[in-house]
């Protein structure tokens, strides 16, 4: 059933751009501040207990409704399984941006290209965009590479993992730490504690599908190069609350980029530019279908539902 749901969000999620609009996430940066407010007052409620609050009073809503609806009717609670995981794969899919961009750019659209490119890179940084060719293309390739694991692979993991509850967890899990990312240093110091059990916990729900999603990269890319890059790659702690680039983000960047043979400075002809931007979409499409094939055998032999 995990994987029939998951073919038909993605097929939603492929064919219904309508649904943008009904899966914002906004409300998540508005709970987190209520929660905070309320919880201002009591020092030993902040830190990992907020954090808690702020993640299990949803997750337990989603249980029980996945509970009742089974208890009902089955088919009622399969249906939103899906609706759960394709609200948790929005409110965008950042690959088909990345191809609306390649496309307002070639054909000269460049206010519209300008708009969809500020619109991608914003899930990892908050800074202006760049103004050379070659610094924007690293930024829209970095991105990506990192969106197609966070808010595509590492949902699906947790959803086979955890069902509905699971996507559910892992999305808001990453809106939490890309609020605490773009609050940066202006967040006050009592906010610290909340700050580094969100990191912590982003970096455990990570661990492992970070992991599955650089070796996907490594396999449907150039796998010699990749695990050269993998083999290289030092031994890194733990996230900490000083860190801007999580270690997963880290991982899946050294491991994508080697995959595709890309050098620090991609060529400085636009065409090329924007031949590395597809190159790396179509490493991460066929990730997907690794993912998807990997579970559908899963399926086939029993070792998943």
Not at 78 to 99: E, H, N
Request: aromatic share 8%; hydrophobic share 45%.
């Amino acid at each position: 059933m995990s994987l029939l749901a998951i073919l038909i969000s993605l097929l939603l999620e492929k064919l219904l751009p309508p649904l943008h609009g009904l899966r914002s996430l906004a409300w998540v940066e508005s709970y987190h501040q209520w929660v905070h407010t309320r919880l201002a007052g009591h020092k030993k409620w902040q830190g990992i207990p907020s954090l808690l609050i702020i993640i299990l009073l949803p997750l337990a809503g989603v249980a029980a409704t996945q509970y009742l609806l089974n208890e009902l009717l089955g088919i009622l609670g399969f249906i939103f399984s899906i609706i759960v995981l394709t609200y948790s794969l929005g409110p965008k899919d950042k690959r088909q941006l990345a191809y609306e961009y390649l496309n307002a750019e070639e054909s000269g659209d460049n206010d519209n290209a300008e708009s969809m490119l500020q619109d991608i890179v914003s899930c990892t940084t908050s800074s202006p965009l760049p103004e050379d060719k070659t610094s924007r293309t690293r930024a829209l390739i970095e991105c990506i590479l990192i969106q197609t694991h966070e808010q595509l692979l590492a949902i699906l993991f947790w959803f086979v993992i955890l069902g509905p509850m699971g996507a559910a967890l892992y999305r808001l899990t990453v809106e939490l730490h890309q609020a605490e990312q773009r609050a940066g240093e202006t967040a006050k110091a009592g906010d610290a504690g909340f700050r580094a059990a969100v990191i912590r916990l982003h970096y455990l729900l990570a661990w492992i599908p970070s992991r599955l999603t650089a070796l996907s990269y490594a396999v449907m890319g150039s796998f010699v190069h990749a695990l050269h890059a993998w083999q290289n790659t030092p031994f890194e702690e733990a996230d900490t609350n000083d860190d801007t680039t999580p270690q997963s983000h880290r991982l899946l960047l050294r491991i994508g980029q080697a995959s595709l043979q890309f050098g620090n400075h991609p060529s400085r002809d636009d065409s090329q530019h924007n031949d590395a931007i597809r190159e790396t979409l179509g490493l991460c499409g066929r990730s997907l279908v690794a993912w998807v094939t990997v579970l559908a055998l899963m399926t086939l032999a029993g070792w998943a539902s």
